[in-house]
C-alpha cells in the first residue's frame, strides 16, 4: 500500500505513521534554532528527558533521528536538547539540526524500528503497536465532548451542566459497561512459582478463567476450589484453652495459614481420583473414558461411575487468598505457565480509557439518564423514556460487540447432530 496523505476525514496518520510509527520532516534552509516541528500522530509524545543520563530518559515514548541525505543507514540518534510542547505534538529542537536535514520522528515500536544503526539507537517499546487497530474505539474524552455538543445547551434536554458532573456519570458508565457490555476482558501469562501463589493484577477487578498452557499451546482450564477448600482471611495464633493471642499491643497475633499449607502439600491426586499409571495422560480433560489408548478395557475403564463432578478433573485447581489479595494453586500446578483472564473497570490506564464505536451510543444515553435523572423536578415520563432508552441502546450494543457469525455458529452445531455411542 501506498503512504497516502492524511485526509479531511476522521483518519489523520498516514500508512507510514500507522504500521511503523514514523513521521519524517525537513528542516529549514537556514539551520535556525528551535526549529517545530508538529506531529500527527494519534498517540501523543511523552518526554521524560532528552537526557540519556537522565533517569526519566526512559520514560519517552519516542526517539528523533536526523540524516544529511535521507538514505537508508544514514541517520543517527538526535541526543541534544529537545522538547515537546503543551499539546504534547509539537516538538523543538533547540539546535539547528542541519541545512534542510532530514528530521524523523519514530514512536517506540517492538522491532526497534529503522532509523537506529545500533541496538542503544534503536526506539524499542510498544506505543506504535498501543495504536494498531484504535479506529475502532472512541475516547472517553471526545465522548464527553461529543455529548457536550449534541445535548447540552439551549432548546436541547439539558440547558446546562457541570463538566464535573459529566466526567464523574461517564466514568460511571465508563466502569458498568466494562463489567458485562464492552470487551474489557484482559489476560496474563504467568508462571506458577514453587510458593504455588500469584500476585492479582494491579487492574484486577473479577476473574474470567484461569488455564494452564501445555507444550502444544492449548489451554486447559483450571477450575476454582470452591468447596474442595479455602484460605482463611483470619490465622490467629491461639493458646492452649483455643484464645487467641495478643502481642504487647492489645493486637491479634497472626500465622501463617495451615489450611493453605497442607493445601499446597497435598497430592492432587488423592484430591481428583486420577489413577497412578506410567502413562501421563495429565493433558487430558478427561482419562479413560471408554476403550482406548489399544488395552481391552481401556485404562480407568468404568471408573468415571458415582463421580464427584466438581472434583472430577485433573487440570488443577485455584482459588483467590482474599487475605493477601494473591492467586493460590493446587501442587500439580507448580512451574506450570497459566494465562489468566480478568475484567477490570476501563479506567485504569489512559488507553483503557476508550469507547468501541459500537457502544458509544449507548454510552451516550446511558450519561443523559444518570444526569437526567438525578435531577429535582425532573417529569417522570420524561426519566422513564431516558430509562427505557438507555436499556434499549445498550442491549443493541451488547449485541453488536458479542461479534455472533453465524458461520462460527454453524461450525460448532455440526458436531451437535452425533451420536454418542458406548
Known sequence: MAIQPTNDGLITENAQQYYSGAQGFRALSNNANNQEFVTTFNTELYLGSWNQSNVDYGLNNFKVYTSETGLPNSYTEWLTEMSVGSDNRTLTLAAGPGVNAYVVVQLTILT???????????????????????????????IINNFQVGYVGQDKILPRVKRSDLIFFAKRSMQEFSYDTLKSIKSAELTVPPTLTLVLPQDYVNYVRCSWIDNLGVKHIIYPTNNITISPYYTQVQDSTGIPTQDNFGNDIEGTSITQDRWHNSDSNLVDGVAQTGNDFSESDWYGYGYGWGVTGGYGYGQLYGMDPQASQGNGWFNINERENKLSFSSNLVDKLIVLEYVS??????????????????????????????????????????????????????????????????????????????
Open 112 to 142: 526497534g524500528g529503522k532509523y537506529g544503526q545500533t541496538e542503544s539507537q534503536k526506539a524499542y517499546g510498544e506505543a506504535t503497536e498501543d495504536n494498531y487497530g484504535s479506529y475502532q474505539y472512541i475516547k472517553l474524552n471526545d
Open 345 to 422: 473497570d476501563g479506567l485504569a490506564y489512559d488507553l483503557d480509557s476508550r469507547v468501541p464505536k459500537m457502544a458509544e451510543e449507548a454510552m451516550y444515553a446511558a450519561i443523559l439518564y444518570s444526569l437526567v435523572s438525578g435531577r429535582i423536578n425532573q417529569p417522570e415520563y420524561v426519566v422513564q423514556r431516558l430509562r427505557k432508552d438507555k436499556i434499549s441502546k445498550l442491549r443493541n450494543a451488547k449485541i453488536r460487540l458479542s461479534n455472533i457469525k453465524l458461520d462460527e455458529i454453524s461450525q460448532v452445531m455440526r458436531g451437535k447432530s452425533k451420536w454418542i455411542k458406548h
